[in-house]
């Protein structure tokens, strides 16, 4: 599996390049929002992107190369951090599907959560009911 480098570096000269604010967690690994996610392909897309991302391999690039390294190393680890957090994750997605604002208590999933949803056959939840249950 190859990192997913389209995203942070120029296809024509490949230099490392400014992504809008508005990139989600998701989309910083190329990878689709979805409540599971396989946790290997993010493991080795983190690691091969904090490779090429690290700032050790821009000492000699510009200052604001630099800078975007640094700033994208940290970006990078708060994303899958929070993204390997199941809980994380559905706080993440509810925030970014607009159903969480910022300010609120932070919420609690549910009791059951980690035996109803670890299964692959309560996988096909849908992320509406999981919501619900989030909110409550």
């Known amino acids: 599996m190859s990192a997913p480098v389209g995203t942070h570096f120029c ?4 230099k490392l390049q400014q992504i809008p604010q508005s ?3 998701f ?10 996610i396989e946790m290997d392909g993010l493991e080795q897309k983190f690691l091969q ?18 800078e975007l390294s640094l700033q994208r190393s940290s970006e990078l680890n ?13 706080e993440y997605l509810l925030g ?3 159903e969480r604002k910022e300010g609120e208590k932070k919420q609690q999933a549910p009791r059951n959560f980690s035996k109803r949803f670890s299964s692959s ?11 619900n249950q989030v909110a409550t």
């Open 11 to 14: 296809s024509a000269c490949g």
């Open 23 to 25: 990139l989600d967690y």
């Open 27 to 36: 989309a910083l690994f190329e990878m689709p929002k979805k409540l599971w």
């Open 49 to 66: 992107l904090s490779w090429k991302l690290h700032p050790d391999n821009f000492v000699n690039a510009t200052e604001m190369e630099r």
């Open 78 to 90: 708060d994303a899958y951090r929070t993204l390997r957090d199941p809980v994380g994750r559905v």
């Open 96 to 98: 970014i599907e607009g």
């Open 121 to 131: 056959t309560n996988r096909s939840t849908s992320f509406a009911k999981l919501r």
